[in-house]
Structures are given as C-alpha cells and as structure tokens.
C-alpha cells in the first residue's frame, strides 16, 4: 500500500506570512496533484506535476516535485485570508494494480488569519 | 455547467438500514469513483470504476457496493449501515484514470 504523509496537519498563520506544506513518501508516483477544498465543497485541482524536478506557480503558490518523484511541497508566499482551506496532495500510479487509484495525504488545514 | 451531481446531500441512518448515493456526471468522463472522508484522513477510496461497465475495489470497499449503471452514472449502496460508516461522501469522476478528478459538493451520512 503507497502511503502520503502529509505535513503538518494544521496550520494557522498571519497574513502575509509565507508557508510551506510538504507530502512525503517512500514510494514513486507517476504524477502529484495538489487540490484545495473549501468547506462543504468537494476539492478541487490546484496543480499537477509529473516529471521529477519539476517546479509550478500559479500566481503566489509555487508547487514543487522532487527529483525522485517521491514528495513533494506546496509554498505560499504572503498569505491572504483567501488562501484558507484543506489542501491534499494525491500520488498518481503509472500502471499496474494502482492504475488510477490516487493515493491521498491526510489534508492539511490552514487558516490565515487576517 | 452541473459538473458532477450527488444525492442526498445528507441522510440519517439507522445501524442496520440501507441506502443508495448517486452520482451523475455530464462531462463525458470515462472514470468515476467514490471517496469517503473522514477527519485527519484525508480522502480514501471506496471504489472506482475505469471505464464504463468495470468496477474495482479501493481502499475501504468493506460494506459497499457500487453500480457503474452507464458511462453517466455511478451509485454507491450501504446494504446495512454501521456508525463506523458515518462519514462525508464524496462522488469524482475523470477523463481518464489518473487523470484530474472533478468532485461532487458531497453526502454527509450519519448512522446512529
């Protein structure tokens, strides 16, 4: 069984403050998604990285995969209250068993206060 | 745009009873799945289906069953609910396997 963790769990910070959540593995995955989920909404696709190295921005979100495509993290720069809500990240498997059964983390819970 | 529509949107249970949760898609996806949410534990899937008229087991498949009825449809069946399935459900669906996936807004099921 592949296995996400995802850290921290919670976190809760001042606007402005930057960020950064990591997802770690000891497996390889094909590719990483990051979604965000927002409450009584289902989540919804940030980014998806796919080749080891590989670094996203998305306007103050920088997402970045790591070489041996096992972890991965998430950077916020200078927070906005906005950027409230649940973040997973989700290993993708090439083929196999696995083939499409995304893997996720545990969720992270940020809260920025204003 | 509907997206991906689930129903109910919460139900009550009683230990023992039974219920079914829809899902419907109307992006012409080719892969759906349902999830099960719980705090600290991120999501964790039920089952999924590839493709139309496949179905296989997740992660947590024990006390369900699914219907892949068409390419649009997708039903998840509690045959005797228990409190450890209390829980936030969610219905996805993709275009292809490890693919995006697009969720539903979510069942949340209490089983008292």
């Known amino acids: 069984t592949q296995l996400l963790e995802q850290s921290p769990q919670f976190l809760s910070i001042q606007e402005g403050e930057n960020l950064t959540v990591y997802c770690n593995s000891s497996s390889v995955f094909s590719s990483l998604q990051w979604y965000r989920q927002e409450p009584g909404e289902g989540p919804v696709l940030l980014v998806t990285v796919v080749t080891g190295g590989e670094v996203k921005k998305l306007k103050r979100l920088t997402f970045q995969f790591g070489d041996a495509r096992k972890d991965s993290s998430l950077h916020i720069t200078a927070a906005q209250t906005g950027d409230t809500g649940l973040y997973l990240c989700a290993g993708g498997n090439a083929g196999g068993t696995s083939y499409g059964k995304l893997t996720f983390g545990q969720g992270t819970i940020l809260t920025v206060h204003p | 745009n509907a997206g991906v529509t689930q129903t109910p949107k919460f139900q009550v249970l009683k230990t023992g009873q039974s219920m079914t949760l829809q899902c419907a898609q109307d992006?012409?996806?080719?892969?759906m799945y349902w999830y099960r949410q719980d705090p600290g534990m991120g999501l964790r899937l039920i089952y999924y289906s590839a493709s139309e008229g496949t179905t296989d087991k997740g992660e947590v498949p024990n006390g369900y069953n699914v219907s892949r009825l068409n390419k649009r449809e997708f039903s998840l069946r509690l045959e005797s609910a228990a409190p450890s399935q209390t829980s936030v459900y969610f219905c996805?669906?993709?275009?292809?396997?490890?693919?995006?996936?697009?969720f539903g807004e979510g069942s949340r099921l209490t089983v008292l």
């Open positions: 996805a669906s993709s275009v292809r396997p490890d693919g995006e996936l697009f």
């Open positions: 992006m012409n996806h080719n892969s």
